[in-house]
């Protein structure tokens, strides 16, 4: 592992119970950072905040806006200003043609995988615009990119996440404040159990490496990210797809 120096940094890491969350966590803790695990799943974030040493639980639903501000004032008043912030929680829906979705679910994932990701950017870039220093990493999606068959909601969502993160990279691109997105092929986590296997089966099919990509895969090109080794590139979009995605 190439060691990140993220000493004295505090992260929020949204979704940090499990998966690729968890393994963000893990890299920015092993680099030196405070990291608040912001998860809807309590009993698994604080489970996973027991395993990861320098990590703090905060039970939180990004869709939320009131959960999202007491959550960064219960993470202020357990480690201080927040420097990074890693927008990571989301879900896939179920795999179907657009037809098929009921509206409810299509506006659940996009609450989730997008909404969430603007309420968290809104209730923590203010502070560090004002202190000058901060990283934003939003997990954005392959399927944001190309969009995937069977998953409009999902696509549509994470398309949303890639054009929010250049918006706000340009809106922030003189404050000190540095934001991209990362996008990730399929990653073998919890969350494919929300779709279909022919879809998984898809979607491996597209990777010309020929194998699910690793979640400390993604924890690792995130923690760079995070870092203040990143600092004259914002509003990008960095692919994590073995070889599927070339731009
Ligand atoms: P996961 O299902 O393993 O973990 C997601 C976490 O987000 C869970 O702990 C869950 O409780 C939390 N969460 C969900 N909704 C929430 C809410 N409203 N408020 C707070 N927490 C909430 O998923 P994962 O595979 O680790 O995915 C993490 C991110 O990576 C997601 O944004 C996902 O879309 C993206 N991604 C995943 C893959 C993949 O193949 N695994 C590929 C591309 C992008």
Known sequence: MNRIDLEGRKAVVTGGARGIGRAICQRLTDSGARCAIWDRDEAAAVEAAGAIAGSEAIRVDVTDPRAVDSAVAATAELMGEIDILVNNAGIAGSSRKLWECEPEEWQEVLQIDLFGVFLC????????????????????????????????HYSAA????????????????????????????????????????????????RIPMGRFGLTEEAASLVAWLSSGDCSFT??????????????
Do not use: W
């Not at 914002?234 to 731009?247: E, K, N, Q």
């Open 121 to 152: 950017c809104r209730a923590l870039l203010p502070g560090m615009i004002t202190r000058g220093y901060g990283r934003v990493v939003n997990i954005a999606s392959i399927a944001g990119k190309e969009g995937n068959p069977n998953a409009s």
């Open 234 to 247: 914002t509003g990008g979009v960095f692919d994590l797809s073995g070889g599927r995605a070339t731009y």
């Open 158 to 205: 994470k398309a949303g996440v890639i054009g929010l993160t250049k918006s706000l990279g340009k809106e922030c691109a003189e404050s000190g404040v540095i934001v991209n997105c990362v996008t990730p092929a399929v990653i073998e986590t919890d969350i494919l159990k929300q779709i279909s296997d022919e879809h998984v089966d898809y979607m491996l099919s």
